[in-house]
Structure formats: structure tokens, C-alpha cells
């Protein structure tokens, strides 16, 4: 939540649905100290930047409250990635995150596979990265958040 303290209004204020918590946006903390009355207990922080843009649904936007059926439809917009196991929906939230940095809504798979290291380095086991994200690429065509333009090419399909 963002707010305006000077004029006592919130200025944005959005929901993480849990299907979009993966590992990769959970940064844990250093332990208490000794002295401390909960003595080496670890929190965490959500790195919020982590999670993609889709994983964010607005209910206040620039100080204005977002539409209730807009609100619901982007809430349940992404449903899919519950039914996943958390690394393959790990997989699709990083393939996600690529999407969205390429920062087009055309783009094509080489685009993508610019992300190649970055994936290899968080999935180091995988060594078949440009087979997964053409997989991945596939499963978010299939689930609705992608388009299939032609061989190679693809359309992100519009959050609003």
C-alpha cells in the first residue's frame, strides 16, 4: 500500500493472490539476537519487485478504486497457476517475469530466450532451459495470458 500522509488518502493498494508466492520472492531475514526474547527466530520480507505485474491486483490504482468486476476478473485471471506444483509454478512466474521485462506486447521467443542465463542460473538442475521456457511459453498460450501469433512470435494478451 502506498498513501498520501499529507492528505491522508491511499494512493495504491494491491493484493498478492498466494499462487504467486514462490521462493524466489521470499527473502529471509537474519536470525534475532541471543538477547532478544525470541532469540534466534527468522523472519522474512516479500520482495514485492519479484512478482510479475499479472500478480498484482489493484484495488486502489493512482488514488482512484478500481472497478469491483475488474478487480474480480484480474483476481481469478491466473487461477492456473494453483493448480501447479511450487517449482513448476516457479517456472511460469520467472517465464511470466520475462514476458513483462521484455516490455512488449509482440514479441518473439528469441526475446525470451535473452533470459536464458538468468533461468539457468536459478534452475541450475535444468539442462534444458530453452526446451522449458518454449513449454512455458506454450502452457501460458494455453491458460489464456499469451497469444500465439505466428512461428516464433507472440502476443501478451491485455490485463485490462
Known amino acids: 500500500m502506498n ?8 494512493l495504491n493498494f494491491f493484493v498478492v493472490p498466494k499462487h504467486f508466492f ?7 531475514r537474519k536470525p534475532l539476537a ?14 514485492l519487485n519479484q512478482v510479475p505485474e499479472a500478480g ?11 472497478d469491483k468486476e475488474a478487480v ?8 492456473f497457476l494453483r ?9 511460469l512466474i520467472e517465464v511470466m517475469k520475462c514476458v513483462e521485462t521484455i516490455g512488449k506486447r509482440d514479441f518473439q521467443i ?7 542465463n538468468r533461468l539457468s542460473r536459478l534452475y541450475p538442475d535444468n539442462r534444458n532451459v530453452r526446451p522449458k521456457i518454449r513449454q512455458q511459453l506454450q502452457y ?21
Open 110 to 116: 528469441d526475446d525470451v530466450y535473452a533470459f536464458e
Open 22 to 28: 514462490v521462493r524466489e520472492i521470499i527473502e529471509e
Open 72 to 79: 474480480l476478473s484480474n483476481g481469478s485471471k491466473h487461477f
Open 34 to 47: 541471543l538477547t532478544a526474547r525470541r532469540a534466534g527466530w527468522i523472519g522474512s520480507n516479500i520482495l
Open 83 to 91: 493448480d501447479q506444483g511450487p517449482e513448476a509454478r516457479g517456472w
Open 140 to 160: 501460458l498460450r494455453d491458460r489464456g495470458y499469451l497469444d500465439f501469433v505466428s512461428r516464433g512470435y507472440y502476443r501478451l494478451k491485455s490485463e485490462s
Open 3 to 10: 498513501y498520501d500522509f499529507k492528505e491522508l488518502s491511499v
Open 56 to 66: 498484482k491486483i489493484f484495488i486502489v490504482r493512482s488514488g482512484l478504486p478500481e
